[in-house]
């Protein structure tokens, strides 16, 4: 069964530097998604994408955050300079069109992004 | 805004009892949708069971089933016969389902379901 996936699986950074997560989202999905998850935390939604630019973007997502679809496959997350309130769980998601539009949000496993 | 509220932050179950989890919603749409994911301690997200607003009948997946009360806006999920492999966190999760797809999902806080064998 396809899945979402996720490179690496930890990152760990120092303050000020830039990272980008990786996800490759299942092959014939067409809106991909960035939550975070603090540790203890709910879920959040940071951004959708579709059609090679965003759809929606929360709040979280300001301008130290970009998005990209570099390739035909890879989806991207970059955090321009990092501070340590950005350590968390960084999920992506992708799903497929339905009839009734985007249907279920597919989950990959998750970066670990530690900030020191 | 869409608020989603799981007002249980642990519950927990003897192993091969039933056990139900909360969750209530707020919004003023009529179209959207509910879903249950599961969070082992690995921290993966995985789909338990999603629900359709606009249909009446309760989603079931094996074990798990939703009770679905649209106009208490409320969304519990049953699990029988419940396994020690079901002892995780549990979200509640809001999508709208006007975006066509832009929109993200609104999560609850999560309840933690510990299963004693």
């Known amino acids: 069964e396809p899945e979402v996936t996720q490179t690496p699986s930890h990152q760990v950074t120092q303050m000020g530097q830039e990272v980008i997560l990786r996800c490759v989202p299942i092959?014939?999905?067409?809106?991909f998604y960035w939550y975070r998850q603090i540790l203890g935390q709910k879920v959040e939604f940071l951004v959708s994408?579709?059609?090679?630019?965003?759809?929606?973007k929360s709040e979280i997502f300001d301008d130290q955050f970009s998005v990209e679809r570099p390739d035909g496959s890879n989806f991207t997350l970059k955090i321009r300079s990092t501070k340590l309130e950005d350590s968390a769980m960084y999920f992506c998601?992708?799903?497929?069109?339905?009839?009734?539009?985007?249907?279920?949000?597919?989950f990959g496993p998750g970066t670990r992004l530690t900030v020191l | 805004a869409q608020t989603v509220t799981q007002s249980q932050p642990e519950m927990s179950v003897q192993e091969a009892e039933t056990v139900t989890l909360s969750c209530t919603y707020d919004t003023s749409e009529s179209d959207y949708y509910l879903f249950w994911y599961k969070q082992p301690p690995s921290r993966q997200m995985i789909l338990v069971i999603r629900q359709e607003a606009y249909k009446q009948q309760n989603a079931t997946e094996n074990r798990f089933s939703v009770n679905f009360q649209k106009a208490a806006k409320s969304f519990s999920l049953k699990i029988s016969d419940s396994q020690l492999g079901d002892a995780a966190m549990y979200f509640c999760a809001y999508r709208s389902a006007r975006g066509g797809g832009a929109d993200g999902l609104t999560f609850g806080k999560g309840t933690h379901l510990i299963i004693q064998p």
């Open positions: 092959s014939n999905h067409l809106y």
């Open positions: 994408f579709y059609n090679n630019e965003i759809s929606e």
């Open positions: 998601a992708s799903t497929k069109i339905g009839p009734r539009g985007a249907d279920t949000q597919y």
